[in-house]
């Protein structure tokens, strides 16, 4: 166990040493791997922050459907089970013109409007969720409605919501796409800048392996050496995004306030922010792992 | 200590570089193994420092069988071993204390232990002054004496050198030997290969009984195959 954590110390040290000694390259490669993570985590903070918008705003994507003023149960009913029998349509809600007053006045700042009229106004409603989002899907959907016996008009609203919705599902793929390609390239570059190290200290490797080195012990700061070029990047990628979302932000308050929105985006949480450290030094590790396995008649 | 029972050695590709060679050194010898070029010197050392596997036959080193070993198991063997290279393996790109501070780092001492016995092998060679200097800037004989410092460093029971005086003139040649005696004094068993057999030039043809007016076995090698077996030393 001691001789254990000497070993690993004296990799570290190691290392560090001659990340020292070569300031410059090292700043270089973890700057590469930065900009490359940078390009994920942006988008990431992108979607997260749309998402937490989208689930935010409370009305649903729907048809309302308003019947006819005069009309009994048996119609009602009638065009219920319509509804619930049509393939376009997810779920369906009646609210009763009653219901619907007591919604109203349960918010206090219409009471005075209600008082001052007489009866309800309110019609009976259905209100459709359709199982397409596309415009031509909801534009049939909408005349189909409207020819029913005993409705009156139908309105589609909150649409958007749902296409943006699926837009952002769409966006979450492509992000895990690109992530996934991108650490590939991070490997690759990762792993071909240790090969160099390992041909440039070939004769130390070899000369260490005759007086009696283990495999590991070789190998070992050159896994030390993927893990911090990882590391380094991975904190890199963070601040360039942090600069990113900062820069972003001064235009985007300025578009939500004229909408009498606080909008903008948030940064990643202390959670998020290690999650990108663990990845970020797991992938220089395994980049230094694979490469040390191609050469492994070096090592 | 190293025992060789009819031990055969085949690169892929090439003949025997040693063919059914059978020994015994015991702890403390001091063994010359002579030949000329291409006799299968390197080979035998090799052999004998578990670097390379025997294809035939077995080699004992503190009773355990190198061909039977795991892979895993042959650093540790190969620790009890100081070496000294025919081509030195110095490093170049670092100075003396740290070429003498690897094998120390391999069996993991290090700080101020490690620079303590690092000077120590230092002064033991002469170099004690020199521990700052890059190895380039050393003569052939400093460079030879580097490499022994190297070797002995972690005080290994059994020191190997691959013509060790090679390169080097008659009074330096004679200092390394002088240092080797030296260790061979203090227990250590010392192996070292020659060409020359120490200062005859014409060893092909003698075995190695007329050598010496020292205390020595003498492994001579022909071609692979061992022309003076086991019992043939010690000549007063
Ligand atoms: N790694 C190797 N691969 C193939 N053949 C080798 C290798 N090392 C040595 N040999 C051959 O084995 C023979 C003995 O070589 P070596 O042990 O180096 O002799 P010496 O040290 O006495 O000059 C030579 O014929 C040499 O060409
Ligand atoms: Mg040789």
Redesign the interface.
Same mark, same amino acid.
């Given at each position: 166990m001691k001789?254990w954590l $000497?070993?690993h110390m004296?990799a570290l040290r190691l290392v560090l040493s001659r990340f020292q000694k070569n300031r410059l390259g090292t700043l270089l490669i973890c700057l590469s791997i930065g900009v490359t993570l940078a390009l994920p985590s942006v988008a990431y903070i992108i979607l997260d922050n749309l998402n937490g918008l989208v689930s935010s705003v409370k009305s649903e994507s729907q048809i309302s459907v308003f019947l006819t003023e005069k009309h009994d149960t048996a119609l009602v009913s009638g065009i219920e089970k319509i509804l619930k029998q049509n393939p376009a349509i997810q779920n369906v809600i009646f609210v009763s013109k009653q219901d619907a007053l007591e919604q109203l006045t349960a918010i206090d700042a219409n009471k005075s409007l209600l008082d001052s009229l007489q009866g309800n106004p309110l019609p009976d409603a259905f209100f459709v969720e359709p199982k397409m989002l596309d415009a031509t899907s909801i534009e049939s959907l909408k005349n189909e409605l409207s020819k029913i016996q005993g409705v009156e008009t139908v309105l589609v609203d909150g649409v958007w919501i749902k296409r943006l919705n699926s837009l952002l599902f769409l966006g979450k793929k492509i992000l895990i796409i690109l992530a996934g390609l991108l650490g590939f390239a991070l490997i690759a570059v990762i792993g071909n800048t240790i090969r160099m190290q390992v041909l440039t200290q070939s004769?130390?490797i070899?000369?260490?392996?005759? $007086?009696?080195?283990?495999?590991s012990?070789i190998r070992r700061p050159f896994l030390y050496v993927g893990g911090l070029y990882g590391l380094g990047g991975g904190a890199l990628a963070l601040m360039i995004t942090w600069v990113m979302i900062l820069f972003f932000n001064q235009t985007i308050k300025a578009i939500a306030n004229s909408y009498q929105s606080d909008f903008n985006l948030h940064f990643l949480s202390f959670a998020e922010i290690l999650v990108v450290l663990i990845i970020s030094t797991a992938l220089g590790w395994i980049s230094a792992y694979f490469s040390l396995s191609s050469s492994a008649k070096r090592t | 200590m190293i025992v060789f029972d009819n031990v055969t050695k085949r690169y892929p590709g090439s003949i025997d570089a040693i063919s059914n060679a059978s020994f015994t050194i015991e702890q403390g010898e001091l063994v010359y193994v002579t030949g000329h070029s291409g006799a299968g010197k390197s080979t035998l050392l090799k052999l004998m420092a578990a &670097?390379e596997r025997p294809t035939n036959g077995t080699v004992l080193i503190n009773n355990q069988n190198v061909s039977k070993l795991k892979e895993?198991t042959l650093?540790? &063997? @190969? @620790?009890k071993?100081g070496?000294v290279?025919q081509d030195h393996?110095l +490093?170049y790109d670092r100075n003396c204390f740290q070429n003498v501070a +690897?094998?120390l780092? &391999?069996n993991?001492i290090?700080g101020q232990e490690a620079a303590k016995r690092i000077r120590a092998a230092l002064d033991k060679v002469g170099l004690l002054g020199r521990e700052k200097s890059m190895p380039i800037t050393l003569s052939g004989g400093e460079q030879q004496r580097l490499a022994i410092a190297r070797a002995v460093v972690s005080k290994p029971s059994i020191l190997i050198a691959d013509e060790p005086t090679g390169n080097l003139d008659k009074n330096y040649a004679e200092d390394i030997l002088a240092l080797f005696k030296a260790f061979q004094q203090v227990g250590v068993t010392v192996i070292i290969a020659t060409h020359d057999a120490l200062g005859r030039t014409d060893a092909d043809n003698q075995t190695g009984h007329e050598i010496t007016h020292h205390e020595n076995k003498v492994l001579h090698l022909n071609q692979g195959k061992l022309i003076n077996p086991t019992n043939s030393e010690v000549i007063v």
């Open positions: 001789t $000497i070993h004296q004769a130390e070899e000369l260490s392996r005759l $007086i009696g080195a283990t495999k012990f | &670097i895993a650093p540790f &063997i @190969r @620790r071993f070496l290279f393996k +490093l +690897l094998p780092a &391999i993991g290090t």
